[in-house]
């Protein structure tokens, strides 16, 4: 064996010792792959015929319990389940609980953005230099304007404005209602891009007031409420802030910086 091929297997030697013998080098993230889909998770995560399950990249799709689950879950079934499909990786392999971040094709249809046009799920994406950041934001911004699935407008949203959020250091939303009446706001909804959800308790606005949510904890009042987190909600870096009455239906949305 000539001192090159030695070179080469050792290099590869060690790849697979560092990946932790997966089955997978860890270069093969960088290549696209095929795999049968066994299962749907959810709006977002499917289960393919290795065992393994994949997370779809650059999107976010509602929670158990959470509005437009079910009908999230019900379309990437009809897009993918018991399907062959293509798996493209972006710039990083696996989340923290070890799902393998993907994007999916089947039969020349972008999964991902299937699920964004139709306002199953919203953007979510960290790194904007991703490749389909701006494809993405497009369809989100067509389905918003729509008013499709979790953009469909809530008849409070004329009524209800964020008058100020503080996404660094003391964390908290002010929501004020210039409306003429009060507005009941038991079981509305404050989310981020990713999966913080404050849920109201029993709680009215009155009319041309405003309360503040902070992050912390405290007790409430008729001016403030506290989420009670013990971290921090707001991304420094970007994030969006959704209000969706009891509903489901979206009140406001404000996208940062």
Avoid at 64 to 88: C, F, S
Avoid at 218 to 230: A, I, R
Wanted: hydrophobic share 35%.
């Amino acid at each position: 064996m000539t001192s090159r091929l030695l070179l080469v297997v050792s290099a590869l030697v060690i790849l697979a010792i560092i990946s932790g013998f997966t089955g997978y080098f860890i270069f093969t993230a960088e290549h696209d792959t095929t795999a049968n889909v066994t299962k749907v998770i959810d709006g977002d995560t499917v289960e393919i015929g290795t065992g393994e399950r994949v997370r779809l990249l650059g999107i976010n799709a509602p929670e158990t319990n959470e509005h437009y689950y079910k009908e999230a879950k019900e379309k990437l079934i009809r897009l993918v389940q018991g399907k062959d499909v293509v798996l493209k990786a972006g710039f990083q392999d696996k989340d923290l609980y070890g799902r393998l971040l993907r994007y999916i094709f089947v039969n020349g249809s972008f999964v991902n953005l299937e699920m964004v046009k139709g306002g199953y799920v919203t953007v979510y994406v960290i790194d904007p230099e991703e490749k389909y950041y701006l494809e993405f934001k497009k369809a989100e911004s067509d389905a918003r304007s729509k008013m499709l699935g979790l953009w469909n407008a809530s008849s409070f949203g004329s009524c209800i404005t964020l008058a100020e959020l503080h996404y660094t250091g003391t964390e908290y939303a002010v929501f004020h209602n210039s409306c003429g009446y009060p507005i009941k706001m038991d079981k509305w909804e404050v989310k981020d891009e990713g999966t913080h959800i404050y849920v109201f308790g029993s709680f009215t606005l009155n009319t041309n007031s405003s309360v503040t949510l902070f992050i912390a904890s405290g007790k409430d009042t008729s001016e403030k409420l506290y989420w009670n987190s013990k971290t921090t909600i707001w991304n420094n870096n970007g994030d969006t802030l959704f209000l969706r009455d009891d509903n489901g239906n979206l009140v406001l949305s404000y996208n940062y910086p």
